[in-house]
T-cell receptor
Framework: DQQVKQNSPSLSVQEGRISILNCDYT??????FLWYKKYPAEGPTFLISISSIKDKNEDGRFTVFLNKSAKHLSLHIVPSQPGDSAVYFC??????????FGKGTKLTVNP | DAGVIQSPRHEVTEMGQEVTLRCKPI?????LFWYRQTMMRGLELLIY????????DSGMPEDRFSAKMPNASFSTLKIQPSEPRDSAVYFC????????????FGDGTRLSIL
C-alpha cells in the first residue's frame, strides 16, 4: 500500500507560469514532509520541507502548502524556469520513523 | 565540499554473480541509508545505519542482500547471488543525524543483472 501518492506522473508548464505539484498521504502519524528534486543520472536533492505544525513554508520561488485535514500537500514553483525541469519526489515521516517517498512527478518547463 | 560518493556508477553482470556497491558518506554525517529505485516500487529504503550500527534493515528484500558499515566513511551493499529482478538504481544517502535532518544522496549505481 502506498502511503505517499503522487498521482500525476508528469506535468508540463510554460516558462514563467506557476507549477503546482501535488502529493497525498494516508498515514495520519506523518508529521514532517519534504520535497526532493532529481535530475537524470543524479541523486535526489533536498528542496524544501514543512512540519505539521505549519501550513506553509516558503523558500524563494518554492512554497510548500500543507492541508492536514485533507492529508494533502503541494509544491508551488513561481515563476517556473526551464532549469526546474526534473522529477520531484514528495516524502513524509512520522516521529523518528523512516522516510516514505512518493513515486515522483516529472516536471517539464517549456521555454 | 564532497558529497556522497558511490561506486561504481554502472554495473552490468550476469545472474548468479556477486555484486558489491560502495558508498562514502559525507564527512561528519552519522547516518547512512541505502535505497533502491525501481519503476514499480519507486524509492524504497533498504537499510539505515546510525553511528555505523544497522538500525533498520526491514527493507532488505531477502538473505541475498547484506550491508556493512565497517567505519564512519565507508559502507557496502552486497548481493549474492544476483538475480535479474535486482536490476535497479541503488542510492546511498547520508545525514548529520538520523531522520531529523535532510538526507544527501549520491548519484546512484545503475545495476543491470542479465
Amino acid at each position: 500500500d502506498q502511503q505517499v501518492k503522487q498521482n500525476s506522473p508528469s506535468l508540463s508548464v510554460q516558462e514563467g507560469r506557476i507549477s503546482i505539484l501535488n502529493c497525498d498521504y494516508t498515514n495520519s502519524m506523518f508529521d514532517y514532509f519534504l520535497w526532493y528534486k532529481k535530475y537524470p543520472a543524479e541523486g535526489p536533492t533536498f528542496l524544501i520541507s514543512i512540519s505539521s505544525i505549519k501550513d506553509k513554508n516558503e523558500d524563494g520561488r518554492f512554497t510548500v502548502f500543507l492541508n492536514k485535514s485533507a492529508k494533502h500537500l503541494s509544491l508551488h514553483i513561481v515563476p517556473s524556469q526551464p532549469g526546474d525541469s526534473a522529477v520531484y519526489f514528495c516524502a513524509a515521516r512520522g516521529g523518528s520513523e523512516k522516510l516514505v517517498f512518493g513515486k515522483g512527478t516529472k516536471l517539464t518547463v517549456n521555454p | 565540499d564532497a558529497g556522497v560518493i558511490q561506486s561504481p556508477r554502472h554495473e552490468v553482470t550476469e545472474m548468479g554473480q556477486e555484486v558489491t556497491l560502495r558508498c562514502k558518506p559525507i564527512s561528519g554525517h552519522n547516518s547512512l541509508f541505502w535505497y533502491r529505485q525501481t519503476m514499480m516500487r519507486g524509492l524504497e529504503l533498504l537499510i539505515y545505519f546510525n553511528n555505523n550500527v544497522p538500525i533498520d534493515d526491514s527493507g532488505m528484500p531477502e538473505d541475498r542482500f547484506s550491508a556493512k558499515m565497517p567505519n564512519a566513511s565507508f559502507s557496502t551493499l552486497k548481493i549474492q547471488p544476483s538475480e535479474p529482478r535486482d536490476s535497479a538504481v541503488y542510492f546511498c544517502a547520508s545525514s548529520i543525524q538520523g531522520w531529523n535532518q535532510p538526507q544527501h544522496f549520491g548519484d546512484g549505481t545503475r545495476l543491470s543483472i542479465l
